[in-house]
C-alpha cells in the first residue's frame, strides 16, 4: 500500500546514514535501523516492519559524538515498490533544548548554513 503525501515539513532535513535504535511504547523489544534522513523536527528510515502511524516509539540516535534519546511519533509509513519494506516518517515529540541545539548545529555543518 502506498501513500500520496503533500511535502509538509518545516525545517532543513539532510540525508544521513546514522544507527537508530527503536522501542514501539507498550512493546518489549527494541530493533534497529539506519537513517534516511534527519530534521529538527523528525527522521526517516526504512524498516522491515510497518509500523502504523501514531504509534509512538522510543528513539536513540546515533550522531556521533552524542545520542539523541527522544521520543517521536510515526506520521508515514509507505510500502516500497517491489519490497517488503517500509518508509517510515517519524516526527519528534520531545527534544530538550541542548538536543535541539546539537541537531540544529549538525545539520547547519552538513549544509554548508
Not at 544521513?16 to 523489544?29: C, L, N, T
Not at 552524542?66 to 520531545?94: H, K
Request: glycine share 8%.
Amino acid at each position: 500500500m502506498s501513500v500520496n503525501w503533500t511535502e509538509k515539513r518545516r525545517s532543513p532535513r539532510i540525508s544521513i546514514k546514522a544507527p537508530v535504535r527503536y522501542q514501539i511504547r507498550g512493546k518489549p523489544e527494541a530493533n534497529n535501523a539506519i537513517s534516511g534522513d534527519i530534521s529538527i523536527g523528525g527522521l526517516g528510515f526504512i524498516n522491515d516492519r510497518f509500523i502504523a502511524p501514531n504509534n509512538c516509539l522510543n528513539l536513540e540516535i546515533n550522531l556521533s559524538p552524542q545520542m539523541i534519546n527522544t521520543t517521536g511519533r510515526v506520521v508515514r509509513a509507505d510500502s516500497l515498490p517491489r519490497s517488503d519494506r517500509y518508509r517510515l516518517g517519524i516526527e519528534f515529540l520531545e527534544l530538550d533544548y541542548q538536543q535541539k541545539q546539537f541537531l540544529s548545529g549538525y545539520i547547519s555543518k552538513h549544509t554548508g548554513d
